[in-house]
């Protein structure tokens, strides 16, 4: 058992986040509000960066400049690509709140059991 609490102790960035995907999928599928939806879809995608940026952590790793004496480098890429994702989510966050203020605007609600009855209706 202290084997598992030493585990978890030293590995605390992948325990967060397995929290951060499993609250992000547990609001995506739970909630049938749209805007609590987007927010699950954000938390989910932070967890995904930290993800990438656990991973990409070099134990005594330098900057990625040539130097004398230096035996490790840590690769620019994965910082690289959770910069260009960021800049991928808020854009993304964007447009989903646009079409949910479009819908409300149209509807008058944010409800997903709702929308599905009024689109069977018509």
């Given at each position: 058992?202290?084997?598992?609490?030493?585990?978890?102790?030293?590995?605390y960035?992948?325990?967060?986040?397995?929290?951060?995907?499993?609250?992000?999928?547990?609001m995506?599928?739970?909630?049938?509000?749209?805007?609590?939806?987007?927010?699950?879809?954000?938390?989910?995608?932070?967890?995904?960066?930290?993800?990438?940026?656990?991973s990409?952590?070099?134990?005594?790793?330098?900057?990625p400049?040539?130097?004398?004496?230096?035996?490790?480098?840590?690769?620019?890429?994965?910082?690289?690509?959770?910069?260009?994702?960021?800049?991928v989510?808020?854009?993304?966050?964007?447009?989903?709140?646009?079409?949910i203020?479009?819908?409300?605007?149209?509807?008058?609600?944010?409800?997903?059991?709702?929308?599905?009855?009024?689109q069977?209706?018509?």
């Amino acid at each position: 058992m202290t084997a598992v609490v030493d585990l978890l102790l030293t590995r605390y960035n992948y325990v967060a986040v397995v929290l951060l995907l499993g609250i992000g999928v547990y609001m995506i599928g739970a909630s049938e509000n749209l805007v609590k939806k987007v927010i699950g879809m954000n938390v989910f995608q932070t967890g995904i960066f930290l993800f990438f940026m656990t991973s990409a952590f070099v134990t005594g790793g330098h900057v990625p400049i040539i130097k004398e004496g230096v035996e490790r480098y840590v690769s620019p890429l994965p910082h690289v690509l959770i910069l260009t994702a960021i800049v991928v989510g808020v854009s993304l966050t964007a447009v989903a709140l646009a079409l949910i203020v479009r819908i409300y605007a149209e509807y008058g609600t944010l409800q997903e059991d709702v929308l599905r009855e009024i689109q069977t209706d018509e």
